[in-house]
């Protein structure tokens, strides 16, 4: 998932993190604002839906 953001969006990012989580964690933000979360959702994100999330984000 991180190589499918980090090419979609090479362009646009200028930093990205990857911090592990633990307990079954999976959250994904961008600048500090939250994109997706397996617990609120209670799914993992499908293909290709993390990158129309960041690029749906207002600049």
């Known amino acids: 998932m991180v190589a499918e953001v980090l090419h979609a969006l090479a362009a646009d990012v200028s930093a990205a993190e ?9 959250v994904v933000s961008a600048n500090g604002t939250p994109v997706f979360s397996k617990q609120e959702e209670q799914r993992f994100p499908e293909p290709g839906e993390i ?8 600049s």
């Open 51 to 58: 990158v129309a999330r960041l690029k749906a984000r207002p």
């Open 18 to 26: 990857l911090v592990p989580g633990t307990d079954g964690v999976f």
